[in-house]
């Protein structure tokens, strides 16, 4: 599976936008890029995922560089519960399900 | 809809002994996969289940084993436990779509003296 390049920490004002880099240029055209977060003492949870076009849900939004090497997890309106260790993954659709490669991630700092 | 249940949450054991957790998935998942999650790090492959059957397997020796039930709940076994297998393992359930979310538990935080 192709790797992923995350800052290691981020801060961020309460109620501001925050822009989450993730660097993947070793991406095969199939890859699905995922990201997901875990809050402290949780286990990890499904934030977005998206393939090549921008992506929007009720958490976050995805913006996929046209090159897919590269892609941005945008939280529009920081709270203090968004603070958590956020994960962006490859997946190929056609390895085991169930496996996800994480790496470090970005941990997430929300200052009030 | 039920979520992803762990049992333990947390356990202490000494080297050489046995572990077993358990796992139940959210209602309809008939995958299961389990994670180690090591202190600072992210959560590791262990093993995943699909109908009963181990259908894949990251880097862990044979010590580590599962099992899946018909109801889809789930177990992982260690045995030989060693301090090094000290971390939090988390279970996972989803179904069996190749882009499918994954909905994982709290995990159970295992320490080995």
């Known amino acids: 599976d192709a790797k992923t390049t995350q800052p290691n920490s981020m801060e961020s004002n309460e109620e501001e936008p925050v822009h989450l880099p993730c660097n993947h240029s070793t991406i095969s055209g199939t890859d699905y890029i995922h990201w997901y977060r875990q809050l402290p003492s949780q286990g990890p949870e499904y934030v977005i995922h998206?393939?090549?076009s921008n992506v929007n849900n009720r958490m976050a939004s995805l913006a996929i560089a046209e090159d897919r090497k590269s892609s941005t997890l945008i939280l529009h309106r920081a709270t203090l519960r968004d603070a958590a260790v956020y994960y962006c993954i490859l997946r190929d659709p056609g390895g085991s399900q169930g496996n996800l490669i994480f790496g470090k991630g970005t941990k997430l700092s929300v200052k009030p | 809809e039920t979520g992803v249940t762990q049992s333990p949450t947390h356990l202490i054991k000494t080297r050489g002994q046995q572990v077993t957790l358990r796992c139940s998935s959210q209602?309809?998942?008939?995958?299961v996969s389990w994670y180690q999650q090591a202190l600072g790090q992210g959560p590791q492959f262990i093993f995943q289940?699909?109908?009963?059957?181990?259908?894949g397997r990251g880097n862990f020796p044979p010590r580590f084993s599962g099992l899946q039930f018909p109801n889809y709940s789930s177990e992982l076994n260690v045995n030989a436990l060693e301090l090094d297998d000290s971390a939090l393992y988390l279970c996972?359930?989803?179904?069996?779509?190749?882009?499918?979310?994954?909905?994982f538990g709290e995990g159970s935080r295992l320490t080995v003296l």
């Open positions: 998206g393939l090549t």
């Open positions: 209602s309809g998942h008939n995958t």
């Open positions: 289940y699909y109908r009963e059957e181990e259908n």
């Open positions: 996972a359930s989803s179904l069996a779509v190749s882009t499918g979310e994954l909905f």
